[in-house]
């Protein structure tokens, strides 16, 4: 299979933004850009057939540099959120630039989604590089990062990160996509299903900034050991619910590490489902609940609820916890980690 290369606009300094178009065996198909390394479209027959482009998005490279939903991002160095926009290595503070209330939110306004990479097509596949200088959004280090984004023949997007760096540094690299099983424009995914592999979760505070503490899921909103309807529960009389205003939270994956299945979703009338692989400890569930956006792809609006988001990760704000795994990437030792979409019917 081959991998089209089509232009998709300029970046604000002028540099061309290409689009990457890789279809699979079964028609299925898989866009992605070299600015952000973002996932810009994935298109799965339905149970008729029928392709549906199950990720929310924009249609122009030029959307993509004012995107605050972060729709489809790589993002980097560190996913989701540090407390206070600093932390200690090795003695040393480290400043960030807050960017959500005091905190620092996926690195802050000058992440990797903003950033031109370069590009390697491949056999079904797009590898972006991207060579992070050290002091780049505040982080210590030379850090050389790729990310592989592969469609495979049982339709599957894998996403595979690498990276390296010269000096101990912080590495917590996630995807943002919004998925809607039922057609990124179809309206909300309340009436979705999703199953999520997970006893407990990590509560946060009105910041959203995770307080340390394990909680068990059983007789909360946040239990989908069971597969439920997103709405089911998105409104209930909950201080962490009303925290994020629906679901902002990290869950506590079983797995230990290994990579296995985490979580499903469910298209209501698509009857697309998606399957979540990982090796990461933990993902974050957040069901795009401020999200309001009037010029989605094909002239789309995107309100609350629209999406939900599955984002592998360390814990937020593992940095200040040591009872959480570390994200610290130790000087000359390798970052890696898989993360895979993968899609059916029923």
């Not at 201080?239 to 205003?245: A, D, L, S, V, Y």
Request: charged share 20%; with cysteine.
């Amino acid at each position: 299979m081959s991998v089209e290369k089509q232009s998709f606009g300029t970046t604000k300094k002028g540099e061309a933004i290409s689009l990457y178009t890789v279809t699979n065996k079964n028609g299925m198909v898989m866009k992605v850009t070299d600015f952000g390394a973002i996932l810009v479209s994935v298109l799965v027959p339905d149970k008729n057939g029928v392709l549906t482009d199950v990720v929310l998005g924009y249609d122009h490279g030029e959307d993509y540099q004012v995107n605050s939903p972060h729709f489809g991002a790589t993002i980097g160095r560190n996913g989701n959120r540090i407390k206070d926009a600093s932390f200690v290595l090795n003695g040393k503070k480290i400043q960030l630039t807050p960017n959500e209330k005091g905190n620092s939110l996926h690195s802050g306004p000058d992440g990797f989604e903003f950033m031109m990479w370069e590009a390697e097509t491949k056999e079904q596949a797009v590898a972006f590089r991207h060579h992070s200088p050290d002091g780049e959004q505040g982080f210590p280090g030379n850090f050389d990062v790729t990310v592989t984004y592969t469609l495979t023949d049982d339709n599957s997007v894998e996403i595979h990160y690498e990276g390296i760096s010269d000096q101990d540094t912080v590495a917590n690299m996630t995807n943002h996509s919004y998925f809607n099983m039922d057609g990124h424009d179809s309206g909300d995914v309340l009436s979705q299903k999703v199953w999520i592999d997970a006893d407990q979760f990590t509560p946060s505070d009105a910041t959203l900034i995770p307080t340390g503490e394990y909680r068990d899921v059983t007789g909360t909103p946040f239990d989908f050991r069971t597969e439920k309807t997103i709405g089911q529960d998105i409104h209930a009389d909950d201080e962490q619910i009303k925290n994020g205003g629906g679901y902002d939270h990290n869950y506590v994956l079983k797995t230990d590490g290994k990579f296995a299945k985490v979580a499903s979703m469910t298209g209501a009338k698509s009857g697309i489902v998606m399957d979540v692989y990982t090796d990461m400890p933990g993902m974050q569930v957040y069901t795009a609940n401020g999200t309001t956006i009037e010029c989605g792809k094909n002239k789309s609006s995107y309100k609350p609820f629209c999406g939900a988001c599955f984002e592998t990760q360390f814990f937020p704000d593992s940095i200040h916890h040591e009872n959480f795994k570390s994200c610290v990437l130790k000087a000359n030792t390798k970052f890696t980690t898989v993360t895979e979409y993968r899609f059916h019917t029923v």
